[in-house]
């Protein structure tokens, strides 16, 4: 997996029956070069040299898998998942892009390859995002519910999960359940920007990569003028499910306020966007688990608890590792896309049906 906020690449190896079953194993981040990051920025929306940045991240996810493969020998993979980085997203136009060759990677990795996720969910009417719901369920099966599980990559979506037994009532059974099919079970959707928008304040005016720890959003003034401006962009009154592309936002940058309160304003945006979602959920969260790089910034995790009046941590605190969570997450949906199983519903991404997807690539 490599995520929208441009950071490297993650992998992580699971033990699944593409189900209710999954044994995390170990798992690798391996943060992309300077020059790389701004190569494979340059091609976001299509432009540029993406046949050239394409084949040089597909090298990038082989050399991850086998830095993992080669720290712990013992492993054998039967598949591998790659999601690949999408540089352009608009379902509205039935179109989604994520860059990675599967066919070269399953003939360097001598392992069968799925990749092409989202786009049978697209094509079919479905917002191709987000694609880890299925995922978060089976792993929050035994937690208390309702629960929330807000991704904060790039992008922030966030995983609504009821009371109703997704797990046991059908995927776990290994098909479909009244409770997937019907949506009265899960919600997903895209918040808003999650660090996307920070990220690029940063990178413009320091040329480091994020805010890191919160520190310039602390030491800022969050602008409460430019907040309910950005409230007021029609995404947030759009019903669920419903997705973004890393863009979408681009003009809403404080420009006119300083490094600082630019950094606190934007955390408070992250923040309100994600609060602004609940009206959408079918019963408040009774918890928030959080996962991807925002927790990791005490800024943006004091906003959203103060924002959403309710228990916010990160999914550590339930055994979780939010570092590989979205690899292990495509790892799980490899499993399913093999079996035939559906990895988007009518909740998650507003596919017409359970959806199944991926293409594999047979190891050569």
């Not at 540029?48 to 054998?76: C, F, K, Q, S």
């Not at 918040?191 to 996307?196: K, L, Q, W």
Request: glycine share 14%; net charge negative; proline share 7%.
């Amino acid at each position: 997996m490599s995520g929208t906020s441009l950071d490297g690449v993650d992998v992580a190896m699971i033990e699944t029956d593409g189900t209710a079953r999954v044994v995390p194993g170990p798992s690798l981040t391996v943060p992309y070069g300077h020059d790389f990051r701004a190569r494979l920025r340059g091609v976001l929306g299509g432009a540029g040299a993406v046949a050239d940045v394409e084949a040089e991240l597909t090298r990038l996810y082989g050399d991850a898998v086998e830095e993992l493969l080669g720290r712990h020998p013992g492993l054998a993979p039967d598949i591998v998942g790659m999601h690949g980085h999408t540089i352009l997203h608009r379902p509205a136009e039935r179109r989604t892009w994520q860059l990675g060759d599967g066919a070269a990677l399953a003939r360097r990795l001598g392992i069968a390859v799925v990749a092409e996720f989202r786009a049978a969910d697209v094509a079919a009417g479905g917002e191709g995002a987000p694609f880890a719901p299925l995922f978060h369920a089976a792993l929050a099966a035994p937690l208390a519910k309702p629960l929330a599980v807000l991704n904060l990559g790039g992008v922030g979506n966030v995983t609504w999960i009821g009371s109703g037994g997704i797990v046991s009532g059908g995927i776990g059974s290994g098909g479909i359940g009244p409770g997937e099919a019907g949506g009265g079970d899960i919600l997903a959707f895209d918040t808003g920007p999650g660090n996307a928008l920070i990220d690029d304040w940063v990178s413009r005016h320091t040329g480091a990569a994020a805010d890191f720890d919160g520190v310039l959003a602390s030491a800022g003034r969050a602008s409460e003028a430019h907040v309910a401006r950005y409230l007021r962009h029609p995404y947030f009154a759009r019903p669920a499910p419903k997705s973004l592309d890393r863009d979408d936002f681009r003009d809403a940058m404080p420009d006119t306020l300083s490094l600082r309160d630019g950094a606190a304003t934007l955390t408070e945006m992250t923040a309100a966007a994600v609060a602004a979602g609940c009206r959408h959920f079918p019963a408040p969260a009774r918890e928030w688990l959080v996962t991807g790089g925002g927790r990791h910034n005490p800024a943006l995790m004091a906003a959203l608890a103060r924002r959403l009046g309710a228990t916010v941590r990160p999914v550590e605190a339930v055994g979780w590792d939010g570092d590989a969570l979205e690899a292990q997450a495509f790892a799980y949906l490899a499993v399913r896309s093999a079996a035939g199983l559906p990895l988007s519903l009518p909740s998650t991404t507003g596919v017409p049906r359970p959806m199944p997807g991926g293409r594999l690539f047979p190891a050569r």
